[in-house]
């Protein structure tokens, strides 16, 4: 079992920064898949991105070049900076952890921090 826990969201104004953290428990962080997905209202929850237990990084194209995602194994966390933020990345924002098990996918969630982009 695998508790995750998000932190740094809040208000902040355009071309501004935050960097957000999830926090995990539990073991077997180094092993999972990590990634964070966002949802706005009235729209779908999207990935924005992602990092393999090895490392390897994946970004939707609307952040690529302003997000960076990464992880601390040795701290069991993994952290997304979000710069030059838009308006339109106004979401919640939500951690994620899978991996791939003999019987399925091991998936967990966080309960999600919000992020608003506003003059």
């Known amino acids: 079992q695998v508790q995750l826990v998000e932190s740094g969201g809040g208000l902040v104004q355009p071309g501004g920064s935050l960097r957000l953290s999830c926090a995990a428990s539990g073991s077997g962080f180094s092993f999972f898949r990590m990634g964070w997905y966002r949802q706005a209202p009235g729209k779908e929850r999207e990935l924005v991105a992602s990092?393999?237990?090895?490392?390897?990084?994946n970004y939707v194209d609307s952040v690529k070049g302003r997000f960076t995602i990464s992880r601390d194994n040795a701290k069991n966390t993994m952290y997304l900076q979000m710069n030059s933020l838009k308006p339109e990345d106004t979401a919640a924002y939500y951690c994620n952890a899978d991996r791939i098990m003999s019987w399925g996918k091991d998936m967990y969630w966080g309960q999600g921090t919000q992020v608003t982009v506003s003059s």
């Open positions: 990092i393999t237990s090895g490392g390897t990084t």
